[in-house]
């Protein structure tokens, strides 16, 4: 499955994220003659979370959106013990 980046904290709304910062555009670039609308991809935050879901393009910014599916959302690297006792 195809991993990309995703900045958390660039929320559309309450179901998108905005794909425009340099690390989502440098996987998407990477990908472009694989990318489709409704591709299940992985999408990422190296060290935080990461999330299966669906890209979508949005024809008003024109780039490619995230719809994280937050059910599969899991804390990856040294995150994952974040809020744990050590």
């Not at 060290?47 to 024109?62: M, N, P, T, V, Y």
Request: with cysteine.
């Amino acid at each position: 499955m195809i991993r990309i980046y995703c900045d958390w904290n660039n929320s559309i709304d309450e179901h998108r994220i905005d794909l425009g910062c340099p690390g989502s555009m440098d996987d998407i670039r990477r990908h472009a003659d694989v990318l489709k609308e409704g591709m299940r991809v992985t999408f990422y935050q190296p060290d935080e979370l990461e999330a299966e879901g669906a890209l979508a393009f949005d024809q008003a910014s024109k780039r490619w959106v995230a719809i994280p599916d937050m059910t599969t959302m899991r804390y990856i690297g040294r995150s994952a013990s974040f809020g744990k006792n050590a």
